[in-house]
């Protein structure tokens, strides 16, 4: 069974930074595309970032909305990943879940069979 339990969220000022963390059951990261979405109220889920491993090499893709902002790293011998935050805005007010899929198009929320309870990230100006 993988689990998958997101921490980190809070509230912050524009223009802060913030990382997220993703705790993965075991060997999930090594096994999984490991991807991060978000979603803010009345809003479809949206991709935000995706990261797999090949051995110890590791693939991460961010967003088009948060690219040059946002990066996803991590580490597969913890089985963890993470996702460094910079420069927030109030648009990046939203829940964020961490998830992990075996196939599909790891850009699509419908391609993740896993998923964490996710965590609050509210920006203030």
């Known amino acids: 069974q993988v689990r998958l339990v997101e921490s980190g969220g809070r509230l912050v000022q524009a223009g802060d930074s913030l990382r997220l963390s993703c705790a993965a059951s075991?060997?999930?990261?090594?096994?999984?595309?490991m991807g991060w979405f978000r979603q803010a109220p009345g809003q479809e889920r949206e991709f935000v970032g995706a990261?797999?491993?090949?051995?110890?090499?590791?693939?991460?893709d961010p967003g088009d909305s948060v690219r040059g902002r946002f990066t996803i790293s991590g580490d597969n011998t913890e089985d963890t990943v993470y996702l460094q935050m910079n420069n927030l805005q109030r648009e990046d007010t939203a829940v964020y879940y961490c998830?992990?899929?075996?196939?599909?198009?790891?850009?699509?929320?419908?391609?993740?069979?896993?998923w964490g309870q996710g965590t609050q990230v509210s920006v203030s100006s």
């Open positions: 998830a992990a899929s075996s196939s599909g198009d790891y850009r699509r929320a419908t391609s993740y069979t896993y």
């Open positions: 075991e060997r999930t990261v090594s096994r999984f595309i």
């Open positions: 990261i797999r491993f090949s051995g110890d090499t590791s693939y991460s």
